[in-house]
């Protein structure tokens, strides 16, 4: 919330940050909870929309959040397949670590009104245990990886979030009140997550320190994909892991072995860069990795069936062309280190 109010260049009212005029209307109010829970409530939109880019950090904790968009245009965006990258646009819940890149994309003029939660991994350990938290963990951003389709947000947790979405709750108990929806929030996400996990043979069983490795080696996979990926020596230096381990582990929590990996979410980058309509085929290819322009559309065509200079320049959606750009004012979005 702070770093909000300097991006915006206006002052917090106590804990309670609001969107100047020029750029919107809405709030944000932040609250720091026992047990080391953080809560971000916010109800409101941006003119000219906004990313918030979190950047990996080198210490873990958890961020869940619950974004719901009241968007009533015919002109919705279109579902991103880039890692990492969320449109939040869809009544959608999402769990990322902080040691994972993430963007959060919020459409321009569209109210979001959203529930985060931050919290560490004792608090996890503490509440469910430490044999179910890491199964939880691993099978979840494995399966997050696999697929950005989230989870939807239905009556209960809407409930649930009506009770929070408030810039002033008024209640007796009022931390402890937050408190106890936040924990029912995570409760509510971690059981029904497991109950659908039991049902499926492919259950991953991963520690928790393994899991943590190996969210570090995909991020470092798919931090720049205009360099030569690290080769598995050294990503296995990095994980502290065999690179026999290493393959092994990042196949069972990816779905794919790692230069696979790589090379499909490489080709996913080129996807949206092209569809962007900023860049030419060249330059898209020379920002994925590709000197050689014949290379990058053999490649391209491997994975999606076409070629680049097939690519429907309909698909293209101006509205976040911009959005990257001048960064960190308010127009181009929010970077955040930690």
């Known amino acids: 919330m702070q770093v909000m109010a300097r991006v915006f260049q206006v002052r917090p009212e106590g804990n309670v940050f609001r969107i100047p005029e020029k750029a919107g209307n809405g709030f ?13 409530i916010s109800d409101g939109y941006f003119n000219d929309g906004m990313m918030l880019h979190r950047y990996a950090a080198n210490h873990q904790y958890f961020i869940l959040q619950f974004n719901e968009s009241f968007d009533n245009s015919d002109n919705r965006s ?3 397949d880039e890692k990492h990258i969320y449109n939040i646009q869809d009544a959608a819940i999402l769990l990322t670590s902080s040691l994972m890149d993430t963007k959060l994309i919020f459409p321009p003029k569209v109210r979001i009104r959203s529930v985060r939660i931050i919290f560490g991994n004792d608090y996890l350990t503490n509440s469910i245990g430490k044999e179910m938290s890491d199964k939880f963990l691993s099978n979840y951003f494995s399966m997050l990886s696999k697929s950005q389709n989230l989870e939807l947000i239905d009556t209960d947790y809407r409930v649930i979030m009506d009770e929070l979405i408030k810039d002033k709750i008024e209640h007796p108990l009022r931390a402890k009140f937050i408190y106890n929806r936040a924990t029912l929030l995570i409760e509510k ?3 029904g997550f497991m109950s659908r996990l039991e049902k499926n043979k492919n259950v991953i069983k991963l520690k928790d320190d393994e899991i943590n490795r190996l969210i570090k080696i995909e991020a470092l996979l798919v931090k720049d994909f205009s360099v030569t990926p690290p080769v598995i020596a ?5 994980a502290a892991m065999s690179p026999t381990k290493l393959k092994k582990d990042f196949k069972t929590m990816y779905g794919l072995p790692v230069y696979e990996y790589y090379q499909k979410n490489r080709m996913m980058r080129a996807k949206a860069l092209l569809m962007e309509g900023r860049y030419a085929i060249k330059e898209v290819g ?3 990795g590709y000197s050689n322009l014949g290379h990058f559309a053999g490649s391209f065509k491997k994975e999606f069936g076409v070629l680049p200079s097939e690519m429907n320049s309909d698909q ?11 960064l960190p004012h308010w ?3 929010i970077t955040e280190k930690n």
């Open 331 to 333: 127009k181009g979005g």
């Open 28 to 40: 944000s109010v932040a609250y720091n909870l026992p047990d080391g829970l953080s809560v971000l």
């Open 189 to 191: 996400l971690v059981t």
């Open 234 to 238: 050294i990503l296995s230096k990095v």
């Open 286 to 288: 020379m920002m994925v």
């Open 316 to 326: 293209n959606n101006p509205q976040f062309k911009d959005m990257e750009d001048g």
């Open 78 to 80: 279109k579902h991103t």
